[in-house]
């Protein structure tokens, strides 16, 4: 099982504020060091949440500079916001900046209020089209294949990136969560995987990663996909501890989106019919119970909250779902002292679990 550490924290920092970015640079430092697989950083805009990270390719360059071997990774692009020109552009200057260590999660997105961004009113409409269009295009463009286009003269040209990429072949991850065809798409064009429990069982996860494996060895495909599942992480000695630790800063988290969070009711026992609340009309109190639900769902069922024993049965669990990397999502409102802690716990974790690789090395 591979680990990497994932970014997407609330952003409650005020206009002129420095040291934001601190805790995503020092756990950065700390996972190049430790035998981490991936850094992960969204792409979010006009929201708190995530809001640290608009342009992933700008912070993805920040981070190159200052690691040397992990793998830097998109978390993900939402394509259809973009020209795959400029995405090719972009993070093919990461990739030679980095030494050819740019992994890329993409997405369709869901967000509205995002796509003013496109410029193209229907893409929201038909952002899955757009979506599959603009993939191929961006893998074209990275393997340094001529992309033609109409000049504002109206003449057709053949255009090709600069600079071009280290790596030859993008490496690409498909953000797939609800919807069972997408993990299928991904094994079908050879991409990897990057999805979460938001909206989904760990059963759910199960079969469609089942079916993901399937499409990609009818493809023909060579080797195998990496699936990687985002899960929020704090390890401990004791699961109350840790429990304790935090209860009160994630559901302050989940709560920061509710919008999000709402997809996780579906699994609250006390409402009769989640998906069709809205939470908007929720009362104070409704609203901390559903929050609370929430937390207590994500500590027992969905994360890598707990002790050493209670996360390593986690680990065990999905890698006999074939999962490949747990991406860990650290920054979700603890103090910036207790992630460091945590990413030390997590460390002796990571080797709890790969025993066989670390004694022979």
Known sequence: MEFGLFFFANDTSEAGQSGKYDLIFDAARWADANGMARLWIPERHFHSFGGLSPNPSVLAAALAGVTRRIQICAGSVVLPLHDPIRVAEEWSIVDNVSGGRVGLGIASGWVPNDFVISGHQDDFDNRKQVFRDKTEILRRLWRGEPHKVCNPLGEEVDLRIMPRPVQPDLPIWITAAANPETFREAGTIGAHVLTHLLGQTVEDLATKIVQY????????????????????????????????????????????????????????????????????????????????????????????????????????????????EVACLVDFGLAPQIVLKGLENLNVLRKLANPEPLRAA
């Open 213 to 324: 494996r399937e499409a990609w060895d009818a493809a023909g495909h060579a080797g195998r996909g990496t699936v990687t599942l985002m899960l929020h992480t704090l390890v401990g000695d004791d699961d109350d501890e840790v429990h304790d630790l935090a209860r009160a800063p994630m559901m302050t988290y989940l709560g920061a989106s509710f919008d999000l969070a709402s997809r996780h009711l579906a699994s609250v026992p006390f409402l009769k019919d989640p998906g069709r609340i809205d939470v908007s009309q929720l009362t104070p109190e409704l609203a901390e119970a559903a929050l609370e639900a929430s937390f207590e769902k994500y500590f027992y069922m969905g994360s890598l909250l707990g002790s050493y024993d209670k996360c390593l049965a986690t680990v065990d669990r999905l890698a006999q779902l074939d999962v490949d």
